[in-house]
């Protein structure tokens, strides 16, 4: 017995390389570039494809024992336990939508370099309406459109890489000279940001006729980003002064002008559209089925579980993510402190990584003889090191951004609070309007139904 | 652990649910779906097939590919189908598992929300 539909290793790939890119990936790329000397950056970011590499083959492990799209929710409370993944899940999701606000700023000033007339409130508030509209709308990006979307980004980009490198006659100068080991260190950390969001291609686990392709497509999404992140970050630091692209919240389009003038603006600006849009989305969708999920468990208020009994969609948990990722959003536009979430989803995600590599050994004390269809190769070694690697430069972004420590020990602690004070109360409530206005309906064991 | 016999009830309870909210059967006259419901501790297995709007359950093994496979323990699928619990919770700690595409599975807990309230 198979399933009609089933997606393939391509499709998987496309979708988690799909989900990865994004138009803050190129300031986190600078950023990357800034920490070291020389032509270095290339190292940072391969070293962090590799480590990234090793929690793609912990959540490949996690997701064969628990192939479900509840993802993390369900690896974490079998390894830890129910509360602590519902605080990391909640706070996950918070740093999410911070991603988005980050996401719609850059994006934002990329339309309002071309557009100068159009503040860039208005193409804000344009992106979010489009995307929560296809959203209610339950439009979904069908399999073959994210393929030739994600496919033809990676080629653009790799185009754009050599063109500037063959027109600059690029000869590689101090290819490792990273400048000195904290600069390595926090380089790589960062680094890691630019493939936030690999793993969330794990719910389409249910979607494949094995779970071996979740994994390997995983895999191959990261280390075809790695090369291209690498090529492309390589281009435009050296052809690009460094001083421009670290100020600026569009490096990308500079340098896409520097090598191709306005053509090459024009083929930057639609890179950055269809590379936010599928963010967005991505953002969206994740965000709003945890907040319905939640609500359906019980976790949230019953409110956020309405459906839109015209097109099957979650409406209210739909419009709450929107009216709060335009919130964000506004914010980050006024402070202008997009960098200050790059770096907070760099160390959420480090954390997640971190987790994810403790779970699989926990897991395997815990539940030693459950089935694993896939099984890193090794022993605990892969496992530990993305373990102790992620938990390091974690420490590493609090250590250079101790701000990023602060907001999230506050989400921390107001997800602790909320989940161990609030949650209680409104499961106790739900029960007992259950029992009050519904009894149940399966007949005890020896009672006959009416169906006999 | 529950009986076959209480999982064909619970189905049968669902599917009357279903036949008595009228605006289920104009919102899923496009969705037709084979949904194939397992017990993973007795012997049990039933097809759920909707086509245009309808709603039938009949028992046994189907002979084509079906669009959703839900595999549980027997005392779940039955508790499920009555509506005493959400397949929300069960879902989440790894009891239920759905194979097919997340708009089938959300589809699927929409209808079961309809049907049974929260």
């Known amino acids: ?452 | 652990m529950a009986t076959h016999e209480e999982i064909s009830a619970s189905l049968q309870s669902f599917c009357e649910g279903y036949k008595k909210n009228s605006k289920l059967e104009l919102m899923n006259r496009d969705w037709n779906r084979v949904i194939i419901i397992k017990a993973s501790d007795i012997d049990s297995q039933h097809i759920m097939t909707l086509r245009n709007g309808e709603l039938a359950v009949v028992q046994g093994v189907s002979d084509q590919n079906p669009d959703l496979v839900v595999t549980s323990d027997s005392e779940t699928l039955a508790d499920l189908f009555y509506g005493d619990i959400t397949p929300t919770e069960p879902y989440m700690n790894g009891t239920l598992v759905i194979q097919g595409s997340e708009d089938d599975i959300v589809r699927l807990d929409f209808i079961s929300l309809m049907i049974w309230g929260e």
Not at chain 1, 278 to 300: D, K, M, P, W
Not at chain 1, 430 to 444: A, G, H, I, W
């Open chain 1, 1 to 452: 017995m198979q399933l009609k539909k089933v997606l393939t290793l391509r499709t998987i790939v496309a979708t988690s390389a799909g989900l990865t890119l994004s138009s803050s990936t190129f300031v986190a790329a600078v950023q990357v570039a800034g920490f070291l000397a020389g032509d270095a950056a290339w190292l940072a970011i391969l070293t962090g494809g590799l480590l990234c590499m090793t929690a793609a083959l912990c959540f490949g492990e996690l997701n064969g024992m628990t192939p479900s799209a509840a993802g993390i929710r369900l690896y974490f409370s079998r390894a830890y336990n129910e509360q602590l993944a519902l605080i990391v899940s909640m706070l996950y999701m918070v740093v999410i939508m911070g991603v988005i606000g980050a996401e719609s700023y850059v994006l934002a000033q990329v339309l309002s370099e071309v557009w100068p007339a159009v503040p860039a409130l208005v193409w804000i508030l344009t992106m979010f309406s489009i995307v929560t509209v296809i959203n209610l709308l339950g439009v979904k990006i069908a399999g073959g459109f994210q393929n030739a979307l994600t496919y033809s980004l990676i080629l653009s980009l790799l185009a754009f890489a050599v063109i500037a490198l063959f027109k600059a006659d690029f000869q590689l100068t101090g290819s490792l000279a990273t400048g000195g080991a904290e600069g390595l260190v926090n380089a790589v950390a960062l680094g890691v940001f630019l493939f936030v969001g690999f793993e969330w291609v794990t719910p389409l686990t249910e979607e494949v006729t094995h779970h071996r392709i979740v994994s390997r497509g995983m895999l191959l999404a990261i280390g075809i980003l790695s090369v291209t992140y690498a090529l492309f970050t390589v281009a435009m630091t050296a052809t690009t002064p460094r001083e421009v692209l670290a100020g600026s919240p569009i490096p990308h389009l500079l340098f896409a002008r520097g090598i191709l003038g306005e053509a090459g603006v024009t083929w930057m600006v639609a890179i950055t559209l269809a590379a936010s849009i599928t963010t967005f989305n991505a953002g969206l969708i994740s965000v709003s089925r945890f907040v319905y999920s939640s609500a359906r468990e019980h976790v949230l208020p019953p409110v956020f579980s309405k459906i839109s009994l015209r097109f099957f969609t979650p409406w209210t948990a739909v419009l709450t993510i929107f009216t709060i990722g335009l919130a964000i959003s506004i914010v980050v536009l006024v402070t202008q402190r997009y960098l200050m979430l790059v770096n907070m989803a760099a160390a959420m995600e480090s954390i997640i990584y971190a987790l994810a590599g403790l779970a699989v050994i926990r897991l395997r004390q815990k539940m030693p003889e459950a089935d694993r269809p896939y099984l890193i190769p090794g022993g605990y070694i892969i496992p530990s090191i993305c373990a102790v690697v992620f938990t390091g430069l974690a420490m590493a972004v609090f250590a250079s951004f101790p701000i990023v420590l602060l907001y999230i020990t506050l989400g921390l602690l107001l997800c602790t609070w909320y989940v161990k004070v609030v949650v209680p109360k409104l499961k106790l409530c739900y029960q007992e309007k259950k029992t009050t206005t519904r009894p149940r309906r399966r007949p005890v064991s020896g009672e006959k139904t009416r169906f006999d």
